[in-house]
């Protein structure tokens, strides 16, 4: 089992960066893939990227592929996701998810989750 405490979210001008953390517990943090997801008000939570075990795989929602970048650093039990260029549709609460399978783009898919961190970006 794994707990999941995100960090870095506030307010910033569109055009600007952040740089979500998102710490987790237990010593088995590389042994889960690890998500993004957002929910803005009134829409459904989306995926927005992914990375695997080791790092060596990454996947992005088209949304954001070019301006995020997901990371981690297994030896800090820490994914990140750092955001550039951010618009105004980027506003939402901020999730990342654990789980075995690598890759996943559902939500479905994960088993264990944060509590969220809200981003918004201002025009």
């Known amino acids: 089992q794994v707990q999941l405490v995100e960090s870095g979210g506030g307010l910033v001008q569109a055009g600007g960066s952040l740089r979500l953390s998102c710490a987790a517990s237990?010593?088995?943090?590389?042994?889960?893939?690890m998500g993004w997801f957002r929910q803005a008000p009134g829409k459904e939570r989306e995926f927005v990227a992914a990375i695997s075990w080791s790092g060596g795989s990454t996947y992005y929602a088209d949304s954001v592929k070019g301006r995020f970048t997901i990371s981690r650093d297994n030896a800090k039990n820490t994914v990140y996701l750092q955001m550039n260029s951010l618009k105004p549709e980027d506003t939402a609460v901020y999730y990342c998810a654990a789980d075995y399978v690598v890759g996943g783009k559902l939500g479905s898919e994960y088993d264990y989750w944060g509590q969220g961190t809200q981003v918004t970006v201002s025009s």
């Open positions: 237990g010593r088995t943090f590389s042994s889960y893939a």
